[in-house]
């Protein structure tokens, strides 16, 4: 080996390592890295999903009141101005690739909305709210949807689309 | 050449492995979307509810009540408060007011009409609430009540003197109709 060559390969040696710490500190993974995704389920006794299975599902209560009978799977709470209608929704987070116990659901409406709406009895809006922590991968959580109808409310079409966000802890 | 050219291979390298670090922080979170509908419908509601001078009802605020009277007679002591008793040639007839509370949601309905009939018919005794003599037929008893308060409604019964003694029982149906 000439000068020049050992010259040229000490160097090269340099630069690998460099290349191998700039990698790590710009891409910690495998040990972080985490590929989830989620998908709505029907729960048994609840109102079934159209797209279960998905993360774009469909529900549909039906016809709603205060006094008149419910479809199967809708339940309802009377108060003295308004009533609350719910039922349960399975949340599905499946991890592909990672190390991460659990995960946090966070929820928002997607635009505002004149009526009351809550998952497990957090009332939701625009901005994304956490609904709850250390939830397990791969099992369906049933989570409560409900909304709340003031006598008040004139009679008619109600439609609000919920987005819906599992973070990996 | 040598160097830069093992320099380009590592910056190249660098980038390369950025760039799915950040796609990977990315996929560390995933979203769905529920469209959710639901048709509200107008409806009405009943209730029965205690009056102060009548018969404590069992089931008071909902809209399946009993109201019991007790031994009733034409001459002996009626115990049950809330009980009132009139006496003629050839009957008698108990009585006790009671409420009827009707709540609208989802309607602009402005009042309802309230009707009343027997679950099954009676061929002894009489029965009526207020002024009307009920039948297995729907009776009106009224046709512009408001909602949201209790509107007191008197049961009255009658028995013949020929009546033979022993437990009496009737269901009242009561039908209220948003106008």
């Given at each position: 080996m000439?000068?020049e060559?050992?010259?040229v390969?000490?160097?090269a040696s340099?630069y690998?390592?460099?290349?191998?710490?700039l990698?790590?500190v710009?891409f910690?993974?495998p040990?972080?890295?985490?590929?989830?995704?989620?998908?709505?389920?029907?729960?048994?006794g609840?109102v079934p999903?159209t797209?279960?299975g998905?993360?774009?599902?469909?529900?549909?209560?039906?016809?709603v009141s205060?006094?008149?009978?419910?479809n199967?799977g809708v339940?309802?709470t009377?108060g003295?101005s308004?009533?609350?209608?719910s039922?349960?929704?399975?949340?599905?987070v499946?991890r592909?690739?990672?190390?991460s116990?659990?995960?946090?659901?966070?929820a928002?409406l997607q635009?505002?909305?004149?009526?009351?709406?809550q998952l497990?009895?957090?009332?939701l809006s625009?901005?994304?709210?956490t609904?709850?922590?250390?939830q397990?991968f791969g099992?369906?959580?049933p989570?409560?949807?409900?909304?709340v109808v003031?006598?008040?409310?004139?009679?008619?079409?109600v439609?609000t689309?919920l987005?819906?966000?599992?973070?990996?802890? | 050449?040598?160097t830069?050219d093992?320099?380009k291979?590592g910056?190249?390298?660098?980038?390369?492995?950025a760039v799915?670090?950040i796609?990977?922080?990315?996929?560390?979170t995933a979203t769905?979307?529920?469209?959710?509908t639901?048709t509200v419908?107008?409806?009405?509601?009943?209730?029965?509810?205690?009056?102060a001078a009548?018969?404590?009802?069992?089931?008071?605020?909902?809209?399946?009540?009993?109201?019991?009277l007790?031994?009733?007679?034409?001459?002996g002591t009626?115990?049950?408060?809330?009980?009132a008793?009139?006496?003629?040639?050839t009957?008698?007839?108990?009585?006790?007011?009671?409420g009827?509370r009707?709540?609208?949601?989802?309607?602009?309905?402005?009042n309802?009409?309230?009707?009343?009939?027997l679950?099954?018919a009676d061929?002894?005794?009489s029965?009526r609430?207020?002024s009307?003599?009920?039948?297995?037929s729907?009776?009106?008893?009224?046709?512009a009540y408001g909602y949201g308060?209790?509107v007191?409604?008197?049961?009255?019964?009658?028995?013949?003197f020929?009546?033979?003694?022993?437990a009496?029982?009737?269901?009242?149906?009561?039908t209220?109709t948003?106008?």
């Amino acid at each position: 080996m000439t000068h020049e060559e050992s010259a040229v390969s000490r160097n090269a040696s340099r630069y690998r390592w460099l290349s191998l710490v700039l990698g790590f500190v710009l891409f910690p993974a495998p040990a972080f890295a985490l590929i989830i995704t989620l998908s709505f389920e029907s729960v048994p006794g609840s109102v079934p999903l159209t797209g279960a299975g998905t993360p774009n599902a469909s529900l549909n209560f039906g016809s709603v009141s205060a006094f008149e009978p419910l479809n199967p799977g809708v339940n309802r709470t009377v108060g003295a101005s308004s009533y609350t209608i719910s039922t349960s929704v399975g949340v599905r987070v499946t991890r592909v690739v990672s190390l991460s116990p659990n995960y946090t659901l966070q929820a928002r409406l997607q635009s505002a909305h004149p009526l009351t709406w809550q998952l497990d009895g957090v009332t939701l809006s625009t901005t994304p709210v956490t609904i709850s922590t250390s939830q397990p991968f791969g099992s369906s959580v049933p989570h409560m949807l409900s909304f709340v109808v003031p006598y008040s409310q004139p009679a008619g079409a109600v439609t609000t689309v919920l987005e819906v966000t599992a973070i990996g802890n | 050449m040598r160097t830069k050219d093992l320099l380009k291979v590592g910056v190249v390298a660098a980038s390369l492995l950025a760039v799915p670090s950040i796609a990977a922080a990315q996929l560390n979170t995933a979203t769905g979307t529920l469209t959710v509908t639901a048709t509200v419908e107008s409806s009405i509601g009943l209730t029965f509810e205690n009056d102060a001078a009548g018969v404590a009802l069992t089931g008071a605020g909902s809209n399946a009540a009993t109201m019991a009277l007790g031994s009733i007679s034409a001459y002996g002591t009626i115990a049950t408060p809330g009980v009132a008793r009139s006496v003629s040639a050839t009957d008698f007839t108990v009585s006790s007011p009671f409420g009827v509370r009707v709540i609208k949601a989802n309607t602009s309905s402005a009042n309802y009409t309230l009707a009343a009939a027997l679950g099954s018919a009676d061929s002894t005794n009489s029965w009526r609430i207020n002024s009307v003599t009920l039948t297995t037929s729907n009776q009106n008893l009224g046709t512009a009540y408001g909602y949201g308060s209790s509107v007191t409604h008197t049961m009255s019964l009658t028995v013949p003197f020929t009546a033979t003694t022993g437990a009496v029982s009737k269901v009242l149906n009561f039908t209220a109709t948003a106008n």
